[in-house]
């Protein structure tokens, strides 16, 4: 019984843990808050995108919820 536990264990992936965590340098600009949040509205764009796209492409190759 043993064993089967350990298969079961090592065939179940775990999660990815994926942070978003942009880096921001800022040289004096007057504009500098409006291109920041314009950047980072972008970039969370593109990341939901790409995370969308990676959680569709594992659904994909997963055999789903095999109860």
């Known amino acids: 019984m043993a064993f089967s536990r350990v298969a079961s264990a090592a065939a179940a992936p775990a999660a990815p843990a994926i942070h978003f965590n942009p880096v ?3 040289k004096g600009d007057a504009e ?3 291109q920041v ?3 980072l509205q972008l ?3 593109d990341f ?3 995370m969308q796209r990676y ?3 594992q659904a994909r190759r ?3 919820d095999i109860g």
């Open 24 to 26: 921001i340098q800022l």
């Open 32 to 34: 500098a808050g409006a």
């Open 37 to 39: 949040k314009q950047a």
């Open 43 to 45: 970039s969370y764009a």
């Open 48 to 50: 939901e995108r790409l």
């Open 55 to 57: 959680q569709n492409g």
């Open 62 to 64: 997963g055999y789903g």
